[in-house]
């Protein structure tokens, strides 16, 4: 069966330093991987998707950056956190178009 | 439009009630509409997916797909204490259907 791994669970960082949050997926291969970030309260906000190593789409232009280094691997970045970067990252698979996304634990990251 | 629109609530409905959650998209052309069920804290869940006009039923769970108006919806029936979440609706965007988009989601409290 699939499982999505995704780390820290929880992460405080001071403003300005960098991010790395990692997630992969296991029992699957060629996934479509997505992160999404959830400020309190509100829905989920597409930030970056890819349907192959290498293959990146952004979503919103911001100070964070995604990269697929293998199959079932997918890091989001950031050289320099804001305060408005808080909040829960959550990284999601699905096995192609059209078909439904498995979400991984989340990280709540807090800048503080 | 948003892509994909849902009424922030709070919704609250008293237990036993059927709870009524509602989903407008604006691609004409999605083929396939998804709810996910989310606790406080948690991470999203796949709770239905629908793919065709009509109706499609899940244990207590109903999503109910009209294409020609734009609009999936999700009843509850016999709600619960336990059925207290938000609940988000996903539909994946053309060209490709590789976006899967996000409404902001329903927060959906029952009351004992």
């Known amino acids: 069966s699939q499982t999505i791994h995704q780390w820290p669970a929880t992460l405080v960082q001071p403003v300005g330093s960098p991010l790395s949050l990692e997630c992969t997926v296991e029992?699957?291969?060629?996934?479509?991987l997505y992160w999404y970030r959830q400020a309190a309260g509100r829905g989920l906000q597409l930030l970056f998707y890819?349907?192959?190593?290498?293959?990146i789409s952004s979503e919103v232009p911001q100070n964070l950056s995604a990269s697929r280094p293998q199959d079932r691997q997918f890091i989001l970045s950031s050289k320099k956190l804001l305060l408005s970067d808080s909040g829960f990252y959550l990284c999601?698979?699905?096995?192609?178009?059209?078909?439904?996304?498995?979400f991984g634990q989340g990280t709540r990251l807090t800048v503080v | 439009q948003k892509e994909v629109e849902q009424n922030s609530g709070p919704l609250s409905v008293p237990e036993g009630a059927i709870a009524s959650l509602n989903c407008t998209y604006s691609?004409?052309?999605?083929?396939?509409f998804f709810w996910y069920r989310q606790y406080s804290g948690k991470s999203p869940e796949l709770i239905m997916s629908?793919?065709?006009?009509g109706d499609k039923e899940d244990g207590r769970f109903t999503a109910q797909l009209n294409k020609a108006s734009q609009y999936v919806s999700l009843l509850i029936r016999d709600s619960q204490p336990s059925d207290s979440a938000t609940y988000l609706c996903?539909?994946?965007?053309?060209?490709?259907?590789?976006?899967?988009?996000f409404g902001q989601g329903t927060r959906l409290t029952i009351n004992p």
């Open positions: 691609d004409r052309g999605s083929q396939s």
């Open positions: 629908i793919y065709s006009n």
């Open positions: 029992g699957t291969s060629n996934p479509n």
């Open positions: 999601a698979w699905n096995s192609g178009q059209n078909t439904e996304a498995f």
């Open positions: 996903a539909v994946p965007y053309l060209p490709g259907a590789q976006k899967l988009v």
């Open positions: 890819s349907v192959g190593i290498g293959q």
